[in-house]
């Protein structure tokens, strides 16, 4: 009895799982949502894996990426150099200016050349959601962001009383000859679950639209996990995870390089303290280490195409811990969170000369890179009453970071910085506040946000960092100051019944915005490879920037089976001379017309971009014309006896039409016509 | 009612070492280096002669004298093994190519500061064997009242060589200047060559055969590092060599932005800014005809 009890207050009132109850754009949700005032919508939720079972939520293509799943947000961008490990931006904003952790632990990516972003390292299978926070709003383990945070949810089974479970899946995808296999396994009581399953991809080369072959877009990938959750005593869980993730043979069509294995072992323990009947309702601290290797490999390039052969293996290595309380008080419902990590980045390069009796050239791109980093986090949530609420949070962040390596790494350095010290130390920290007003159908939100990150590895202490879509030349500046922003956002939302508007805008502006310039004195004076390349740019603080992101979502239901979904969003970056900051998103609009009935879902949506008018060729950028493709897709559920059947189809770009977006690097082409079979059994 | 037990978890001890274990060895300091009673420790021997009353002793780092700068110490020991620091001595190397004999540029036998050791350096022309040359020097010493000499003595100047240990390195250049003087200009260092920030250094002597003076000040080496199997890049902030005349010798520095075969590329200046040797790398001019090799 006393189980059961504390299972409920689990379920129910653990702040964490609340703050993610969501609003859903991926997934209309089959019924309304509980209009329980006390539950707030914290953080947007993506929903990662379908549901099982014969569900009118699941979605039209369950085996996608990742990636494909977080860009169904209108918040989320995809920044991809191939087929493979697209680098998210969350607000126009990338790797730096975000957060991303996996279920509260930090992970860095190991590719000096950002083929690695850490979303990369996890498949579907291993995740059941993805809490976004927005812009100062994020995730409480977030750390240096501006832009926003990414936490992605571990799929657990939970302690639940489901027995045993299991789940089969197959894909395959005409475009690329990709097909996807996977399998996993799950027993699950009151005291003690354990899931553990199997995934793999593998592409050929994809083919543009019209029909021309992308070379080096390939990629196979191998991804196992075990979650394991023990019910000590009452209230008291533990809880621990595996992932090994192993992608090989992945080709960058936009880059020089490819990269032969990129390994994530990410391991984590954490142990939950519940609490009946008190103010404080959970207390999760966790442990964790993970361990990324990317070695990037050019060999399959025909030898013409290479200036000189180069080994670039990279390493990542992170523990850390964090420690959460969470707790309901009258109106307030609040979470302190202290987090720690440690990383070191590692990233090599050797470069073999024509004249094989010459010494090989080798130097460290990253000089073994330590971080320290250690914050406090508080959130409330006050309820005034029915219609009113505040959230307010601060995080503050103590960050020791610098060069350990002295002979390749500090000593290069001092070349461009005579006078740069070996560690720094740095405060950093942010503050929000979230007012929220609703009455009837309306909803507004007004926001206001403050806060500061740390400049990271690669633009302190980066060195020769070739960057193919400018092609110049990087180089850290360990004297970089904080980049800070304001953040100011409103929303307003109305929801007469079967239909939903929302409006939200969102401003940042910076100040010490960090970005690569061109160093002239650098050019003559010799960084310069003189490969081919413009010259060397120099991270540097200008002194300011803004970044304007509007969107405009329309979701309207009827005949019982229909919903319509529109989103539309707009976004302008500028400089301190009113230039355009790079990888900016034009216009861009997503129309999709769904059909769920209880068996059978389809969808058609028709999605694009207009002409990117606001680039910069100072970054690389030129224009990218407007385009619009048109997807297909359609899914059946039924059960044989106990297992139940998914069976999905669908086209993407139906009329297999030639184009790139705003983020493609070097204008590689997106994938043409594709036609995808899911097949899903849950048994 | 339950009392919440906030640290009785021991949670945090695994997490405080994994923290101290990744952090640790940033911290760590370089011991200090032990004060040694040895005047030659770390030194290989070259050579040694003895006779009735002491031995004298060559060594230096390798053990052996080799093409371009040469350091050698010398040490002198009694009948006892007693280290001597009262002693003088002198020694003139020269090469016998048959039809001629030449010297090479050098230094002094002095006295190290604090030790019964004495130092002198050699700037080798050319290597034993060369154009069919044998080199000797006469090495003689005088302790107090005592005195004595080692003639003819043989030594065995080695070829010096890049990693691969076949191809030749450029480390020393005899040439004729605009000013139609003879200078031979020799690399000193980096010996021991790091990527980033090195020290370099290198000696001019005029040369007058039987002599060659050291041009002591008066003219600077611009400096130009190139990479020439990366399509001849360069290194930032390099420093020409200008004189020391503290150390007695021109320093400047020299930056490798990563390891690998490297062209020091030099001009050598006079006073006023005339070019005397060397030329400055263009457009379809790669390297200087004064320049040394470094490759680590
Ligand atoms: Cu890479
Ligand atoms: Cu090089």
Not at chain 1, 406 to 432: D, I
């Amino acid at each position: 009895m006393k189980n059961k009890q504390n299972a409920m207050i689990h379920k129910v009132s653990s702040l964490t799982r609340m703050l993610h109850l969501a609003f859903m754009l991926a997934v209309p949700p089959l019924y309304a949502q509980p209009q329980d005032t006390t539950k707030t919508v914290e953080l947007n939720e993506i929903i990662i894996s379908a549901k099982t079972g014969i569900h009118r939520d699941r979605q039209a293509k369950p085996n996608a990426s990742v990636e494909e799943y977080l860009q169904t947000d209108g918040k989320v961008g995809m920044v991809k150099r191939g087929a493979y490990a697209w680098e998210p931006s969350i607000n126009n904003m990338t790797t730096e200016r975000i957060s991303i952790t996996i279920d509260g632990m930090k992970i860095f990516h190991a590719c000096t050349d950002r083929m690695d972003p850490v979303t990369s390292y996890v498949e579907t299978v291993n995740l059941s959601k993805v809490s976004l926070g927005s812009g100062f709003e994020a995730n409480p383990n977030a750390t240096n962001n501006i832009g926003g945070s990414l936490d992605l949810h571990l799929n657990r089974s939970g302690f639940c009383g489901d027995g045993f479970s299991a789940n089969a899946n197959s894909g395959y995808e005409s475009n690329g000859n990709l097909w996807i296999y996977g399998a996993d396994i799950a027993y699950a009581n009151e005291r003690f679950y354990l899931n553990s399953g199997y995934f793999h991809r593998n592409s050929g080369n994809y083919r543009a639209g019209g029909g021309e072959t992308v070379r080096f877009s390939q990629f196979t990938k191998n991804n196992v996990f075990t979650n394991l959750g023990i019910v000590l005593k009452t209230g008291h869980e533990l809880e621990g995870s595996v992932i090994y993730d192993r992608a090989a043979d992945v080709g960058y069509p936009a880059l020089a390089m490819d990269v032969a294995t990129a390994d994530g072992l990410i391991t984590s323990l954490s142990y939950t303290r519940l609490f009946a009947g008190m103010a404080l309702t959970k207390w999760e601290t966790k442990v964790y280490y993970n361990n990324i290797v990317h070695i990037m490999d050019d060999t399959k390039r025909p030898p013409e195409e290479i200036v000189m052969h180069m080994d670039m293996p990279g390493e990542s290595r992170t523990a850390g811990f964090y420690s959460t309380l969470s707790g309901n008080a009258g109106r307030h419902r609040f979470s302190l969170n202290w987090d720690g990590y440690a990383n070191r980045s590692y990233a090599e390069m050797t470069m073999y000369p024509a004249d094989p009796n010459e010494k090989t050239m080798f130097m460290l791109t990253w000089g073994d890179i330590r971080t320290l980093n250690t914050g406090l986090f508080f959130v409330d949530e006050y309820q005034f009453n029915h219609n009113h609420s505040l959230r307010l949070s601060a995080k503050g962040s103590f960050q020791r970071d610098g060069v350990n390596d002295k002979k390749y790494g500090w000593n290069t350095l001092q070349m461009f910085y005579p006078e740069m010290k070996q560690y720094k130390n740095r405060f950093t920290g942010n503050a929000s506040a979230r007012y929220r007003f609703r009455k009837d159908s309306w909803e507004a939100n007004a926001n206001a946000g403050y806060g500061s990150r740390a400049p990271s590895g690669s633009e302190s202490y980066g060195y020769y960092l070739y960057n193919t879509f400018d092609a110049y030349y990087y180089l850290g500046n360990p004297n970089l100051k904080h980049e800070s922003a304001i953040e100011t956002g409103l929303s307003f939302a109305w929801k007469p019944g079967a239909l939903e508007l929302k409006a939200e805008a969102s401003h940042f502006y910076f100040t010490g915005y960090i970005i690569g310039k061109i160093d002239p004195s650098l050019k003559n004076n010799g960084l310069h490879m003189n490969f081919g390349e413009e010259g060397v740019k120099v991270y540097q603080n200008i002194p300011h920037a803004s970044l304007l992101n509007t969107s405009l979502l329309l979701k309207y239901r009827f005949l019982n089976f229909y919903t319509l979904n529109g989103k539309a969003t707009y976004a302008r970056g500028r400089d301190n001379e009113s230039a355009s900051l790079p990888l900016i998103a034009p216009f861009g609009y997503d129309v999709s017309l769904r059909f769920a009935g209880n068996r059978f879902v389809a969808e058609a949506g028709i999605a694009g971009a207009a002409r990117q008018t606001d680039f910069n060729p100072e970054y690389g950028e030129d224009e990218t014309k407007a385009y619009t493709v048109i997807n297909l897709s359609a899914g059946y559920s039924f059960r044989v006896k106990k297992t139940v059947v998914n069976l999905n189809a669908g086209v993407e770009n139906l009329f297999d039409t030639y184009y790139s977006t705003y983020a493609d690097w070097k204008n590689i082409p997106r994938r043409g016509r594709n036609v995808f079979v899911n097949l899903k059994f849950n048994y | 009612m339950k009392t919440i037990q906030l640290f009785d978890k021991g949670v945090y001890a695994p997490v405080i070492f994994l923290l101290l274990a990744l952090f640790i060895s940033c911290e760590k300091d370089s011991e200090p280096e032990k004060q040694s009673t040895d005047p030659v420790e770390g030194l290989k021997k070259i050579h040694e002669f003895a006779d009735d009353s002491h031995t004298v002793a060559a060594w230096n780092e390798t053990g052996e004298f080799r093409l371009g700068y040469t350091k050698v110490y010398f040490t002198v020991q009694d009948k006892d093994g007693k280290y001597i620091d009262s002693a003088e001595l002198n020694a003139f190397p020269e090469m016998d190519m048959g039809m001629m004999k030449h010297s090479t540029p050098r230094s002094e036998i002095t006295k190290v500061e604090g030790k019964p050791l004495y130092e002198a350096y050699y700037n080798f022309l050319m290597y034993s064997g060369q154009g069919n040359g044998v080199w000797y020097y006469d090495l003689s010493y005088t302790v107090g009242n005592a005195a004595g000499s080692f003639d003819d003595v043989v030594i065995d100047v080695k070829n010096a060589f890049r990693p691969d240990g076949t191809t030749p390195v450029t480390i020393i250049k005899t040439f004729v200047g605009t000013d139609e003087k003879r200078y031979v200009v020799t690399l000193v260092e980096p010996l021991h060559p790091k990527v980033g920030v090195n020290d370099i250094t290198a000696y001019i002597h005029e040369s007058k055969s039987p002599e060659y003076p050291a041009l002591e000040g008066s003219f600077t080496l611009k400096l130009d590092p190139r990479m020439p199997s990366m399509e001849n890049h360069s290194s930032p902030n390099n420093v020409d060599l200008t004189w020391n005349a503290a150390e007695k010798i021109y320093r400047g520095k020299v930056n490798f932005s990563m390891t690998g075969y490297w062209k020091l590329n030099l001009i050598l200046q006079d006073d006023s800014g005339n070019i005397i040797y060397g030329n400055a790398i263009t457009d379809g001019i790669e390297a200087s005809s004064l320049f040394f090799e470094v490759e680590f």
